[in-house]
């Protein structure tokens, strides 16, 4: 097979950026626990569960997402006596340290309804943790497609029983994609609202790139007034929002999100960019072969034996070479095509990453 090789001009060369959406719907069917196998995985450290599309033993298993809850240090939740208290609170500055940051003192910001890095005014000191898997967010979430219904009212008798569930809500980061916020170290972020634009009370953050919803523990308080969900061992604990996130563990404090979940939906964004080469034959080139099945007696063989024709040649691969000829990136046809004095040829070979 014969190598022709023509430099590639700047204008030969053009990128482009494209962003690629996928609908993602979380029904509530799985992760409320109405799922019998065991598709819940529970942690030794106790710091967070994990939910899992299947059984999570499985090797078809998918991880969905994580749950966790923590408290600053100066809440009024915060109290030595309070189970897994250091937990708690270093949950809530872990994420503070990625999501909100420092201010100039060095102290770790809380995260702030409004956005706002001012210190002062009204801070969400204690909050719901869900943390993505990268397997849906991929590079990001959609602006302005996130919406999460929760059962706002949950009273049922016993254990994860749907019965007393009611008062469903939506909350979703209305307006985003002309309105975000870009004061987080981790990326951009949303408000969210439980009601049906940005009028609506501020209940939490959505962090697009990191793939991450924080929600305040006070969106459930009235709503919620008295509740029952189990623990990893099947314990009751019932009284408000937040007797149970101060004398509950982490693990009961996360089943009460996936026991008021019903739905979540967003889109996810894969950012990809691409290099299109242009690759050019002109009537003057790439019509001849120096293929030796191309002569056969000093002839060549697709001229069929006419002496007056025009030299032709097929072309059926692109290769695309460094400076020094290290052959990098090959590009098939479908079909040769055909070359000759008459005719030019433009092929766009275009490379995605």
Known sequence: MANSYKTLLPEDV???RTLLH?????TGTIVSGTYSDNNIKYFSHGMYEAVYDYPYLSSSANHIFDLTVG???DSALSSSANAQNAKKINIYNQMAQVLVGYDVSG???KFDPNGSSATGGSKMDSCFFVNYSRLLVKDEIKKGSFNLSMFLSCSAASGLDSAGRGALN???DHGAQNSYKTNSPAGEYGLLYTASGPSGEIVGHVYYQ????????SIFEGACPTFTTASTVSTINTGSVEDLIKSGT???ASNLIRFVYNDVDFNNTTELNSTIYFCRANNTEFNYSSNPTYLSSSEIVVKGNNPLADPVSYITTVGLYSPDNELLAVAKLSEPLMKSPSNEITLRVRLDY
């Open 14 to 16: 053009a990128t482009t």
């Open 22 to 26: 996928e609908a993602i719907p979380i």
């Open 71 to 73: 408290y600053s240090a």
């Open 107 to 109: 102290n770790i910001q």
């Open 170 to 172: 939506t909350i979703a």
């Open 210 to 217: 990191a793939g991450v919803a924080v929600l305040t523990s």
């Open 250 to 252: 982490i693990d009961e």
